[in-house]
Every structure is written in structure tokens, then in C-alpha cells.
T-cell receptor, first 111, second 111 residues
Framework: GESVGLHLPTLSVQEGDNSIINCAYSNSASDYFIWYKQESGKGPQFIIDIRSNMDKRQGQRVTVLLNKTVKHLSLQIAATQPGDSAVYFCAEKLKGGKLIFGQGTELSVKP | DTAVSQTPKYLVTQMGNDKSIKCEQNLGHDTMYWYKQDSKKFLKIMFSYNNKELIINETVPNRFSPKSPDKAHLNLHINSLELGDSAVYFC??????????FGPGTRLTVL
């Protein structure tokens, strides 16, 4: 079926710690995955993406890991800052550009 | 210099009314989308247009009608508004199958 889910609805971390947000997907035919960040009152903002022919991709302070064997995706944020507080969504892209979004994880950073 | 813009940002209206939400992108993208985000933050695609042609039409009531006058605009018209239509509606755009960029959202409240 078409579903992308997240393991944890909320995550609270201390400023400076690393954050890990997890996501499970069910469509094994999907070949492109994206992480979005949504701050309060704003639209989702692209963070990082990964194609299925990769298992790791790094950006600035963020890393996405893809495990196709168990259909698992994770977003790692290094040295989490208060500005990272937001809801994070993983999304799975199907043919024709249709994005299937996960439930969302609310990240809260304590100073 | 806003990439994807929507108007209005807030819309409060009575049940039974007809309303429109406008979306414009200045990124030169050829594909535009409408998403609905419910009170639990769940994001679901409603429609997608590529070069003014409808390519994704999810199972939404036919009271919702998208209209694309040109590649840079995708408007959403809603007839006979119902309480359940209350949500945040996001417009997005992309270049073919590339990353989708989202607008700031329109919060619709039906009383």
C-alpha cells in the first residue's frame, strides 16, 4: 500500500545534542525520498533528499540514511539548535511526482 | 522575491459559501500542486497540474475545482463549503519530477 509513517510523534533534545528522526515506508517501488521541515505557521521546507541507489547523503549538519532492506529512513541533525525546533516530515515520491507524506515528528530543542 | 505565494493567508467563511485560494510561483516551474493539511498536521495531495494540464486528481469532493490559467498560477475554488473543509491548504511547485517547493499556506476556517 501507500503509506509512510514515523515511529515517534514527538522528540525533545537538549541544545547541542544530535537528533535522530525515523521514518518507515511501505512502498518498495519508491526510488526517491525527501525530508521536509515545517515551522509553525509556515509551509514545509525542503531539507535533504536521497535516491534509492544511495544509502547515505550528507548536507549541512544533516544526514539522511536509507535502509531499503527494512524500508527505513532517518534524518540526523548534528548539534541541534533552537532554530531546528519544528515538525519534520519524511515523504516518498511515487511516479508522476505524487508525494506521500508521513505523520510528522515534532522536534523540540531545550536550551 | 517569494518563490511560491498564496493568497489569502487566512480565510474565515460561513458554511455554504464559495471561496477561492490563489497560488503563484515565480520559479519557472512547470508543475504545481495543491495539498491539504489537517488539524493533526497530516499532509495529503489533492491535485497536480503540469503545463496547465491536470495530472493528479486525488479522491476529493467535486466541490473542489483547481484552475490553472497559466504555468505560473494554480487556483483552488471551493463550492458549498463544509465544516470539514477547515484545514490549511498548501500550494507547491516543481520542475517536472524534481523537489517540490511549498507556499506559506492558507488557513481556511469554515464556521
Amino acid at each position: 500500500g501507500e503509506s509512510v509513517g514515523l515511529h515517534l510523534p514527538t522528540l525533545s533534545v537538549q541544545e547541542g545534542d544530535n537528533s535522530i528522526i525515523n521514518c518507515a515506508y511501505s512502498n518498495s517501488a519508491s526510488d526517491y525520498f525527501i525530508w521536509y521541515k515545517q515551522e509553525s505557521g509556515k509551509g514545509p521546507q525542503f531539507i535533504i533528499d536521497i535516491r534509492s541507489n544511495m544509502d547515505k547523503r550528507q548536507g549541512q549538519r544533516v544526514t539522511v540514511l536509507l535502509n531499503k532492506t527494512v524500508k527505513h529512513l532517518s534524518l540526523q541533525i548534528a548539534a541541534t539548535q533552537p532554530g531546528d525546533s519544528a515538525v519534520y516530515f519524511c515523504a516518498e515520491k511515487l511516479k508522476g511526482g505524487k508525494l506521500i507524506f508521513g505523520q510528522g515528528t515534532e522536534l523540540s530543542v531545550k536550551p | 522575491d517569494t518563490a511560491v505565494s498564496q493568497t489569502p493567508k487566512y480565510l474565515v467563511t460561513q458554511m455554504g459559501n464559495d471561496k477561492s485560494i490563489k497560488c503563484e510561483q515565480n520559479l519557472g516551474h512547470d508543475t504545481m500542486y495543491w495539498y491539504k493539511q489537517d488539524s493533526k498536521k497530516f499532509l495529503k495531495i489533492m491535485f497536480s497540474y503540469n503545463n496547465k494540464e491536470l495530472i493528479i486528481n486525488e479522491t476529493v469532493p467535486n466541490r473542489f475545482s483547481p484552475k490553472s490559467p497559466d504555468k505560473a498560477h494554480l487556483n483552488l475554488h471551493i463550492n458549498s463549503l463544509e465544516l470539514g473543509d477547515s484545514a490549511v491548504y498548501f500550494c507547491a511547485s516543481s520542475s517536472s519530477t524534481d523537489t517540490q517547493y511549498f507556499g506559506p499556506g492558507t488557513r481556511l476556517t469554515v464556521l
